[in-house]
C-alpha cells in the first residue's frame, strides 16, 4: 500500500531583528551560533531520518521555515538540502519552499538555491507601502521585494509566494488594496494575506497599551479581507485556505498536509511532528537542542498519543479552514464524540459553517470567525 504523503519542515531559528508584532521562536542572527545550529541540525536530520522515517518512504514537500532561513548562507542552506538528500527519499516531484526575507537574499543566493533543487521561493513583502513596514518594525524596503521577485524569476522560479498582512497600524482601506494591486504586478503564484494578530509579550503589544500603536480594528480588516477575496479572484487566484490564495494548480502542498491531518517531522528548535497519530516537538531553546544533538539524543520535548477520537477533532478544526472543507459526517461525529452537537447545530444555524449536503467548510464570515470557531470545536 502506498503510504500517506509526509512532509519535512526545517525550523531556521534566527532572524537580523526582531519585527515588533512577532512571537515565534527565534534568535538573533550571530555567526558562530548559526554555525552551531547548522551542525546540530545535519545531525538531527540524520538521526531523525533513521528513527522516524521508514527508509524508501518519499517525502512530497520540504518547507524550510524561521525565523528567516536567509538569515544563513546560502551555502549552509544549500548543505542542509543535500544532507536531507542522503538520508530521506524526496519525490521526484518534491515541492522545495524556502522563506526568505527580500532584504536577505542576493541574485546569487537564488541562482545557488534554484541550482539545489529549491522549487518554490515564498518572500515575506508582509506590505508594498514603506510605511506600514516601518510602523510595525519590520527592516527593509518595498522596493527590496520587487527586485527579490524579479531576481528570483530570472533565476528560474516559476513558484513564488507572498506573505501580506492587514490591519497593520496606520494601514487603510485603500493603502491595503494599493499593496494587493501592487503584488498583482509581480504575478506572484500564490499570496497569503494574514490578518494581524496581537501576541502577548511582544513590542506590539506593548506599544498599543501604552498608547502608541493603536489595536487592530475588526471590522476595518473584516473590510480588508473581503477586498482581498474580490481582488486577488478577479485576477485568477482562487481562495484555498482562510489566509491562502493560489493561482490553479499552485496550492501549496506542504500547508496542505497541515490542514487535512497529514503528517509532516519538524526538525530544528521549536518544530512540530505529526507521525503515526503521535504529536511530537522540538525544544524551543537553541542550547538546550544543541546539547541535547552532541549528546546524539533528539531534541524531543513533548509527545502526545492521539485517540481516534482526537485525530478526527484535529481533522475537524484544520479541514474546515480549507474551502473544499470536510465530509459532513466526520463534523456531526466530531460533534457527537465531544459532546458537542448544540454549538455544532448553532454554528451551522449562525450560517458560520455551511453545508452541502456532503461536504462542511467555514463560510465567508465564518472565515472571519475562524480561530473562534475552532476554540468553540475544541
Ligand atoms: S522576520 Fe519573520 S520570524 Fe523574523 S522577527 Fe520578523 S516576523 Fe518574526
Redesign the pocket.
Known sequence: MTPPPLGLYLHIPF?????D??A?Y?EIYREGRAETFVRSLLHEIGHSAHQHVTPGRPIQSVYVG???PTALASTQLITILAEIRTHFALASDCEITVEA?PSTISEQDLVQLRQAGVTRMSF?A?SMEDGDLTRIG?PGAVHETVVAVTQARAAGFTNINLDLMYGLPGQNLESWQRTLVHCLALAPTHLSCYALTVEQDTKLASNIQRQRSPAPDESLQIEMDEAAQRILGDDGYERYEVSNYAQPGYACQHNLLYWTNGEYLGLGPSAQSYLDGTRFGNVADLAAYDTSLVASCLPIEDCTRLSEEEQLRDAVIFGLRLTRGIPSHHLHQHAANYGHAAVTALLLAQQLIEEDGVRSRLSARGRLQADTIAGQLY
Request: glycine fraction near 18%; hydrophobic fraction near 20%.
Open positions: 532572524c537580523r531583528q526582531r519585527c508584532f512577532c515565534f527565534l524561521g525565523g528567516t526575507h515575506g508582509e519590520r
